[in-house]
């Protein structure tokens, strides 16, 4: 079973506006959260990380998203979206030994002018 | 700055061919992960290598191997392809257990 859900297939914003994507977590712990982006036929990029510290976590892009614990949450956010923000967007957790990602379903962020 | 490089960048193979995929990570990294990716799927976790030995084990099927070499470079080994097998195969590497891994740009791999 996933540890991390995104509840959303799809998402659609129109540009200028506000952007989220969600993510939940269910590991014990001190869960170590990511989020990646993924282009049409291309590998994925790093956008950020939660490992401890700052609830609120500024990544590359613009992005930004929010550990909450009480919710089991980590949330990717964006104050204002951009046409070339649409992409696919995976929520991730570490596991294993070597740490390696456990992977959300992804959810595809569609951004309309 | 140097990135994670994988070889071929697609590839083409008849069901019960093998076929071998290159990863090249970045200079310095120690951990070395292949994931699968089938279409319109999330990336699956196949098998991680520190320091040249294998650390862990996800969904890899018994026909596929992996091995690092001593240069650090790593290979996915793939017999008897199936239909199944079609899709993107990513490596990725990382520096420290808490960084986040850097991925390649993946090989597309095509069962016909």
């Known amino acids: 079973a996933q540890s991390v859900a995104q509840p959303e297939d799809q998402v659609n914003v129109a540009e200028g506006n506000p952007l989220t994507v969600k993510c939940t977590y269910s590991v014990s712990g001190n869960p170590y959260l990511f989020w990646y982006v993924q282009y049409p036929n291309r590998g994925l990029q790093f956008l950020l990380k939660y490992i401890t510290g700052d609830n609120l976590v500024k990544g590359s892009y613009g992005f930004e998203a929010e550990f909450n614990k009480s919710q089991t949450s980590f949330h990717l956010k964006k104050p204002s979206a951009l046409v070339s923000d649409s992409a696919l967007y995976f929520c991730?957790?570490?596991?294993?030994?070597?740490?390696?990602?456990?992977f959300g379903k992804g959810t595809k962020l569609s951004v309309k002018p | 700055a140097a990135g994670v490089i994988q070889s071929p960048r697609h590839l083409i193979k008849e069901k019960r061919e093998t076929a071998t995929l290159k990863c090249y990570p970045i200079p310095r990294h120690d951990t070395v992960y292949w994931y699968q990716q089938g279409p319109g799927q999330d990336p699956q976790f196949l098998i991680s290598f520190y320091e040249k030995m294998q650390s862990d084990k996800g969904s890899i099927p018994d026909r596929f191997s992996a091995q690092q070499f001593s240069d650090y470079h790593s290979e996915l080994n793939m017999s008897s392809l199936e239909l199944g097998d079609s899709a993107l195969y990513f490596c990725?590497?990382?520096?420290?257990?808490?960084?986040?891994?850097?991925f390649g740009p993946g090989t597309r791999l095509t069962v016909l």
């Open positions: 991730a957790r570490r596991g294993g030994s070597q740490g390696n990602l456990i």
């Open positions: 990725a590497s990382s520096l420290e257990r808490e960084a986040p891994p850097v």
